[in-house]
């Protein structure tokens, strides 16, 4: 009887975690606070493991350790990273979102932006890309042509 009890409740522990796994996906927010988490220590592993939620990357592995040694190129010439900070998320849908980080670096900093996209029940990274040119976007925005009180409505 006993050993009928264990046995019942081992298959009612696997089966929990099997579905815990299968329903369990990750948020965005899981995602990017856990590529940040990695980040701090390893940025390269960090990028590696944005790249993991998508299993499309596989067939990118060129492109993927370009992105990589130029991020690393980048990042050596920053000094010390310091933190980040979430700057906008925009969606298209409910299945695609983009969200945009600024990576503060002693020197300056670095913006990340990751398109996030989910095609049926787990969300993965669909593109992740990151620039050095946020001044000219800010310079951008203030030209007078954009500003709210030149618009024609």
């Not at 264990?6 to 990017?32: D, R, V, W």
């Given at each position: 009887?006993?050993?009928?009890?264990?046995?019942?409740?081992?298959?009612?522990?696997?089966?929990?975690?099997?579905?815990?796994?299968?329903?369990?996906?990750?948020?965005?927010?899981?995602?990017?606070?856990?590529?940040?988490?990695?980040?701090?220590?390893?940025?390269?592993?960090?990028?590696?493991?944005?790249f993991?939620?998508?299993?499309?990357?596989?067939?990118?592995?060129?492109?993927?350790?370009?992105?990589?040694?130029?991020?690393?190129?980048?990042?050596?010439?920053?000094?010390?990273?310091?933190?980040?900070?979430?700057?906008?998320?925009?969606?298209?849908?409910?299945?695609?979102?983009?969200?945009?980080?600024?990576?503060?670096?002693?020197?300056?900093?670095?913006?990340?932006?990751?398109?996030?996209?989910?095609?049926?029940?787990?969300?993965?990274?669909?593109?992740?890309?990151?620039?050095?040119?946020?001044?000219?976007?800010?310079?951008?925005a203030?030209?007078?042509?954009?500003?709210?009180?030149?618009?024609?409505?």
């Open positions: 009887m006993k050993r009928q009890l264990k046995k019942l409740i081992f298959i009612a522990l696997a089966f929990a975690l099997c579905i815990t796994k299968s329903f369990g996906q990750a948020s965005i927010k899981e995602i990017t606070d856990k590529f940040f988490s990695i980040y701090s220590k390893e940025p390269i592993k960090a990028v590696e493991y944005a993991s939620t998508n299993k499309w990357f596989d067939k990118q592995q060129d492109g993927v350790a370009n992105l990589k040694n130029k991020l690393k190129n980048l990042i050596d010439l920053c000094g010390d990273y310091y933190s980040y900070e979430l700057l906008s998320e925009k969606t298209a849908g409910q299945n695609i979102i983009m969200t945009t980080f600024i990576v503060r670096y002693d020197r300056e900093p670095i913006r990340f932006t990751f398109l996030f996209y989910k095609a049926r029940d787990t969300w993965r990274v669909n593109n992740f890309s990151y620039d050095e040119n946020i001044d000219k976007d800010l310079e951008e203030t030209k007078a042509y954009r500003l709210k009180e030149n618009i024609n409505w």
